[in-house]
């Protein structure tokens, strides 16, 4: 895939996504050939792919992006669908084997956008290491121009022994991080429409799965009890969830939890909390007590847990609750929110 | 999967969704819980999913669908996600063994509305045999308040010796059909904003896996070259992929392709013609010269190919080229739109 490429449409022809090129004929398949197999390389066919895999268990999941706007600080809609679904995988614990991708089009949508997004996708599955297999484009009416929504789905396959979910943790668990968190939320929310405010802060979006395979070698797999990046909701919605997956209780000492550079200070201008905020590059990891300190020095050795902490152990009670304990001994309760505080962030 | 069973969210409280249902908290957890693990099963993580296969070859496939209006006469976007998706799968030659759902909601869409899809889809799935593993829900700002679009991505196992593809047409080969065409187009037409007229037609939306594999176990894998799913473009334009892919030409005999009872007049009435129609419930079938009476038989014996005709055989040239003839000796060029006749047809 050669970086930097121009569009292989040509432009001043096609210069916007028209409702034809979802129609089955001709200018969706020029699409296809052109700009999609350009980027992806070539399918084997149109409508589905094969691949040979050995016996053992396949890990399989799947994501829609409507990330608003398309192009943020640190990313786009593109690299998120592609880091985000790896991500998915490596919370399996798994190896990612391939990937899918469904667009659906905007009608209005500059094709030059579309582009720059598929070309996004093929550097970020390139750098997984992982092939974008087979795909399927859909064109909806005209809204406002600039809409672009993208499904992938990623298969990977789990080693022997693994044995990751969230109803795995143990009381006496460790939590630990692999980095600050916050970014990725601020950074969307820095370019919302009427919401301006100096930030240099950029998203977090980043591959997880080759991390994760490490530190699984590295404290062997029986020792990594949880895996879950935590996007939409953040770090505090996570945590309920795994601590209601697992019926105990999680404590956060928040002043080890750390906060992307920048963030703090968006965060108290927009009225959030960062435990709140939806990161793309992290991964919570809950481990064996013994197996922490290891699990902390794998992570901190690897580029993308240079930052990694201990941020909380696990507790018996009470059960399907996160405390959030400060440096005075302060508590509080991390409760689930109804939702986001900003919705589309990914 | 209760058949008939009522929302279980209650709906005098949340009547519509909302953007919180897509916000990652509790609402999100709620949909997620009460919705579609009732409708689906209970998945083991919100993230993703596992299962076991055998060593072998995998066949995955994606599609998004956007059909408007989500209800039509013999469908709904739930059962042509699952039924889509299947039918990519089975034009593999693939057994399918898993599903995943991604949904967009529109903020506004009747909670009932996504209730009768989600149990459409679980209905279909359950005719298959083929579970939905895991899935996703994204929520987007209102529009008409109607808006919902589901990705499913499937994945299927494909035996020893199966080697379906386009370009496995050879010259001398017959083309099959399990029944007649144009009856999803039409169907969806009826019922389209400024196109009432009438039409008893039902969509064929249908799942072909079963047949499929019938098929390819009474002929053998080997003498089955080309399975594809007229879809959008309908039975002419996938004949044209098929023909460029195989760098031979196809020949049509127009009076032996059945055309569903009702849709003739209609697309009379709408300027179109039937072989561009799509189908959701049909597959085009390419066998070796010898094995075309064989499977003949075959798709008649099943209750999804009663009506299966031989329509047309392979040629070497014009190469690229798809002809239609007529009973007269008549012929014209059979070639690719530009796109769908109406969009959003899937």
Redesign the interface.
């Known amino acids: 895939m050669p970086i930097g490429l121009s569009c292989p449409l040509p432009l001043a022809q096609y210069p916007k996504i028209?409702?034809?090129?979802?129609?089955?004929?001709?200018?969706?398949?020029m699409l296809i050939d052109e700009l999609f197999t350009t980027a992806f390389g070539k399918t084997?066919?149109?409508?589905?792919?094969?691949?040979?895999?050995?016996?053992?268990?396949?890990?399989?999941?799947?994501?829609?992006?409507?990330v608003k706007p398309l192009f943020f600080p640190g990313g786009n809609i593109g690299t998120l669908a592609v880091n985000g679904t790896v991500n998915?995988?490596a919370?399996?614990g798994?190896v990612p084997k391939?990937l899918?991708?469904?667009?659906?089009l905007e009608e209005g949508l500059p094709t030059e956008t579309l582009w720059r997004v598929v070309l996004s996708m093929a550097a970020a599955a390139e750098v997984v290491g992982v092939p974008i297999?087979?795909?399927?484009t859909?064109?909806?009416?005209h809204?406002d121009g600039n809409g672009l929504?993208i499904?992938t789905?990623?298969?990977g396959m789990?080693a022997d022994g693994v044995s990751i979910?969230?109803g795995r943790a143990r009381p006496g668990d460790r939590v630990l991080i692999n980095g600050s968190i916050a970014a990725h939320g601020v950074a969307v929310m820095s370019v919302r429409e009427g919401l301006k405010f100096e930030s240099d802060l950029k998203s977090d979006c980043a591959p997880l799965a080759e991390m994760v395979q490490r530190l699984l070698t590295a404290v062997g797999p029986t020792a990594v009890h949880v895996l879950?990046?935590p996007?939409?909701?953040g770090v505090a919605?996570t945590l309920c969830?795994i601590s209601c997956a697992a019926h105990c209780c999680v404590v956060i000492h928040e002043e080890t939890v750390p906060v992307a550079d920048g963030a703090m200070g968006a965060c108290e201008i927009l009225g959030l909390d960062p435990l709140y905020v939806?990161n793309e590059g992290k991964m919570l990891i809950i481990v064996a007590p013994d197996s922490a300190d290891a699990a902390l020095a794998t992570l901190r050795a690897h580029p993308d847990g240079k930052d990694a902490a201990i941020i909380g152990e696990v507790v018996e009670s009470p059960q399907g609750r996160v405390i959030g304990r400060n440096t005075f001994g302060g508590e509080r309760v991390l409760d689930?929110?109804?939702?986001?505080q900003l919705?589309?962030i990914?």
Chains 1, 2 share one sequence.
């Open positions: 028209t409702m034809a090129h979802g129609g089955g004929g001709r200018l969706m398949h084997e066919e149109h409508d589905g792919a094969t691949l040979e895999v050995e016996g053992g268990r396949i890990a399989i999941t799947t994501d829609s992006f409507v998915d995988l919370a399996c798994a391939a899918t991708a469904g667009f659906i297999v087979t795909g399927d859909k064109v909806i009416e809204r929504f499904n789905t990623g298969l789990v979910a969230a879950r990046d996007t939409r909701g919605t969830e939806a689930m929110h109804s939702g986001e919705p589309r990914c």
